[in-house]
């Protein structure tokens, strides 16, 4: 059974039983590892006193209807060593 798009709510191509958080983690290692010179980068500094750098990703560009908070939980998700 097909999922409804997160913005419009209409019929896409993602289908139920899917986790979408492992698929997203999993291809952005595979294209971080494989062709990340091909792709911009990006680094994550956590947001404290020591301004720490948590390391590096492949650009990412989010839905506006998604948190900023919720942005960077998956950035952490996807945050490959320094």
Not at 6 to 26: K, T, W
Not at 38 to 59: I, K, M, P, T, W
Request: aromatic share 20%.
């Amino acid at each position: 059974m097909r999922e409804a798009h997160f913005e419009s709510g209409r019929i896409s191509e993602c289908f139920y039983g899917v986790n979408f958080l492992d698929l997203f983690c999993a291809l952005h290692f595979y294209l971080h590892e494989k062709f990340g010179n091909y792709f911009v980068g990006s680094e994550f500094y956590e947001d404290n006193e020591f301004n720490f750098h948590a390391g590096n990703y492949l650009d990412c560009e989010f839905s506006p209807r998604i948190s900023l908070i919720e942005r960077n939980n998956h950035i952490r998700m996807i945050l490959q060593p320094i």
